[in-house]
């Protein structure tokens, strides 16, 4: 919780700042495209160091990687339910939009990127509600929705800032599938995001 806190205030602090300081910054252009590299590059060493992450994946049931399919099938299924009523946003849009899966900081940089700042801002946002969603709900989500739930909930969160509460509440037992459900949506955010705006 205290992480999103501290996001959402950076944010907001980054709007303010841009709004009354007006200053060029070194790559201008081509700036969002090498913070995505840096990005990937850290992403990469994270995973790629994780040797826990690596020794479940090997003794996992391959039935478990479902779990994140159907959570970005679900997220982008119900992204698309909401462009029905939001029409402003373009499908194309909305199954982006949906397939941020709570991974704020790289879709957005994606999307941004890919498409317009403003979309990527909305990437941003809804991506960082959602994982604070998860981190106040999870105790709902469990006692209506089952076990599981948090896990979608909280989609690639779920291998890192929800996975405490996805442990308490749903039990330990669930902490091996959020993991693997987390890091295979970590993978699979900026493929599909790319692939979406070929």
């Known amino acids: 919780m205290k992480n999103s806190l501290y996001i959402s205030l950076f944010f907001v602090g980054g709007v303010i700042f841009g709004k009354f300081f007006h200053f060029t910054l070194p790559f201008e252009k081509h700036i969002e495209e090498y913070i995505l590299y840096l990005l990937m590059f850290l992403i990469g060493i994270t995973i790629g160091g994780d040797k826990q992450a690596l020794r479940f994946l090997r003794r996992i049931n391959f039935k478990i990687l479902l779990l994140p399919f159907a959570v970005i099938v679900g997220s982008i299924a119900g992204a698309l339910f909401v462009a029905l009523f939001y029409g402003n946003t373009s499908f194309r849009d909305a ?9 704020y900081s790289l879709a957005s940089v ?4 890919l498409r317009t700042n403003l979309l990527g801002t909305e990437a941003l946002l809804i991506n960082i509600f959602r994982e604070i969603f998860t981190l106040l709900a999870t105790p709902f989500l469990v006692k209506f929705f089952g076990r599981e739930s948090p896990i979608a909930s909280g989609g690639a969160t779920s291998m890192d800032t929800t996975l405490p509460v996805i442990n308490k509440f749903s039990g330990s037992s669930y902490s091996i599938p959020a993991i693997v459900s987390g890091t295979t949506l970590t993978i699979l955010v900026p493929l599909v995001i790319t692939l979406i705006y070929l």
Not at 95 to 103: E, H, K, P, Q, R
Not at 110 to 113: L, N
């Open 95 to 103: 199954i982006a939009l949906g397939s941020g899966v709570g991974y």
């Open 110 to 113: 994606y999307i941004a990127r």
